[in-house]
């Protein structure tokens, strides 16, 4: 409590079933180390470059707030046309962190686009023999999603390193990275603090790993072997700037895919500035798509969970064990993420 309360002081204040039983689960999946005060962290770019004016020198500032020691990558400030250097360097940074012994997390600085270019360059024995603490969202859903395949231990959906690290958001960070927790993630009491509600699409609870991401990187994943076997799984949804036909076209995606057929339940985030603006597509909106696709499911569907291109965001454990309330709009950790 005493390292939280510094740590909060350093940010400035802004900071169904399983498939297996439950302690099987657990034991059969390697974890990262939990992160401690003074710890050294990782800061990579694997998609788009960081561009954006005082960019890096934010995200330093936050780790550092966060009483970590941030390593940049060597290739952060490289620039390959909309890229953050080519594919082989950008996978080197990453490939270097996992295999030194000095490093205990990894922070992504940014998204955009670029990290699903990288996957078969990455060293996969590497990254398995060296579960670490993956952190960021939006396109390091690629990077979430593969190593939940190819390595199988769990990963932080949560704020960039560069994102806007509000006080909602630390907190959740902290509960599960550092204190090692399974806090009830959502419900009533967490949508008033955020001024977001989420919403029942179907009422119900449901039990299996934590799955997914960005909806538009996780689309252009089918079909590839870069995703990890949705069976059992509670999938989690997010998504920017995307219209509500292309939200359909996506879900649909899934759909064919047979990926809702598998899922226990879903939870779909924020999808921020999805609203129609070409008016050939105007038919429907965001919540009539959401409700075509899931309002009919067989087992539990939350809309509007407070993930996603939003401040605040909740941090998500991808590749832990959950249980999904549906009437109650919350995820409980049933496992911790971390040793």
């Not at 990579?44 to 940049?72: C, F, K, N, Q, Y």
């Not at 600085?109 to 996969?124: K, M, N, S, T, V």
Request: net charge neutral; glycine share 12%; charged share 20%.
């Amino acid at each position: 409590m005493i390292a939280r309360r510094a740590a909060l002081s350093l940010m400035g204040g802004l900071a169904g079933a399983a498939l297996m039983p439950l302690a099987a689960a657990a034991r059969s999946r390697r974890k990262p180390p939990r992160l401690r005060q003074g710890d050294t962290v990782g800061l990579v770019a694997p998609a788009s470059a960081v561009t954006l004016p005082h960019e890096l020198d934010r995200a330093i500032h936050w780790i550092t707030g966060m009483g970590l020691v941030p390593e940049l990558g060597g290739h952060v400030a490289d620039q390959d046309g909309y890229l953050a250097g080519t594919d082989i360097d950008r996978a080197a940074d990453i490939n270097a962190m996992f295999a030194d012994p000095q490093v205990r997390a990894i922070f992504t600085i940014r998204g955009g686009w670029g990290g699903a270019r990288i996957l078969p360059l990455l060293d996969w024995t590497s990254i398995r023999t060296n579960p670490k603490l993956l952190i960021g969202y939006s396109d390091t859903t690629a990077l979430h999603c593969a190593i939940a395949g190819r390595a199988g231990f769990p990963t932080l959906h949560a704020p960039n390193a560069a994102s806007r690290w509000e006080a909602a958001s630390w907190e959740s960070l902290w509960n599960i990275a550092f204190a090692g927790a399974m806090p009830v993630l959502g419900g009533e009491e967490a949508e008033r603090a955020s001024g977001r509600a989420a919403r029942t699409l179907v009422p119900g609870a449901a039990r299996g790993r934590l799955l997914g991401g960005n909806l538009t990187v996780l689309s252009t994943l089918m079909g590839t072997g870069w995703l990890p076997s949705f069976d059992g799984a509670i999938l989690v949804l997010e998504d920017i700037n995307e219209e509500p036909y292309r939200v359909d076209r996506m879900l649909q995606q899934l759909q064919l895919a047979g990926v809702f057929e598998r899922v226990a339940g879903v939870v779909f985030g924020q999808c921020t500035r999805c609203r129609s603006r070409d008016p050939d597509y105007a038919g429907f909106t965001l919540d009539d798509v959401l409700e075509r696709h899931l309002g009919g499911f067989a087992k539990p569907v939350v809309a509007g969970f407070n993930t996603g291109h939003v401040r605040g965001q909740l941090t998500l454990p991808i590749g832990v064990m959950v249980e999904l309330d549906g009437g109650a709009r919350h995820l409980r950790m049933l496992e911790p993420a971390v040793i």
